[in-house]
Nanobody
Framework: QVQLKESGGGLVQAGGSLRLSCAVS????????MGWFRRTPGKEREFLAD???????SYGSSVKGRFTISRDNGKNTVYLQMNALKPEDTAVYYC???????????WGQGTQVTVSP
């Protein structure tokens, strides 16, 4: 069974940086397109970034230029480097793995990021 585990969240001051990790087990990372999303209470889930199997990246408008997604297939891990953090980046951050074909995506449990003013 494929499982995703996010880590690296925490409390940081505005302007600071964090790097989130998403470790994949029970599956082979190189088979999946991977993405990062976040959710804030009362708001819809927001797309942040994704990276396909060929490492092509795309970003949501609110994080483009500040966040960078990357993957290390050898470590079965995807990363989200977050720079120039703002208080409005406070949210629970989730990664997902999108297998090829008509198979539902897998989701992690999330990691909390809190940015203080």
């Amino acid at each position: 069974q494929v499982q995703l585990k996010e880590s690296g969240g925490g409390l940081v001051q505005a302007g600071g940086s964090l790097r989130l990790s998403c470790a994949v087990s029970g599956g082979t990372l190189s088979s999946y397109a991977m993405g990062w999303f976040r959710r804030t209470p009362g708001k819809e889930r927001e797309f942040l970034a994704d990276i396909d199997r060929y490492s092509k990246q795309s970003y949501g408008s609110s994080v483009k230029g500040r966040f960078t997604i990357s993957r290390d297939n050898g470590k079965n891990t995807v990363y989200l480097q977050m720079n120039a953090l703002k208080p409005e980046d406070t949210a629970v951050y989730y990664c997902n793995a999108d297998p090829p074909g008509p198979v539902p995506a897998y989701w992690g449990q999330g990691t909390q990021v809190t940015v203080s003013p």
